[in-house]
């Protein structure tokens, strides 16, 4: 009896780690089954990055608008009056809290 048991023993083991790695490449972090959470996070990602490149062009082209070769005299006049604090007299001047 134990003779033919040794027999199966390595087919044995061999099933058995067949069905665990099969259990994991199913239902592991990067398996079959979690496909989905990838995709949505692969999206969250992307929108994340468009957001971002949109927002850089826009502050690439406001640093372009402040260099001394081509200023900007309205986006010039609207820092001068952020950063100093001025207003133009015949603005309207709503002052919010600190």
Do not use: K
């Not at 061999?14 to 949505?40: K, M, N, V």
């Amino acid at each position: 009896m134990l003779q033919t048991l040794r027999t199966y023993w390595t087919t044995a083991a061999l099933c058995l780690l067949i069905l665990y790695f099969g259990f994991h490449a199913l239902t592991g972090d990067r398996g079959i089954l979690s496909t989905g959470e990838r995709d949505q996070a692969l999206m969250d990602r992307q929108a994340e990055l468009a957001a971002l490149t949109r927002n850089r062009t826009e502050l690439e082209t406001r640093a372009r608008l402040l260099r001394d070769e081509s200023i900007s005299a309205d986006l010039l006049d609207e820092r001068a009056r952020a950063l100093l604090g001025f207003a133009d007299p015949r603005d309207y001047v709503i002052r919010v809290g600190p």
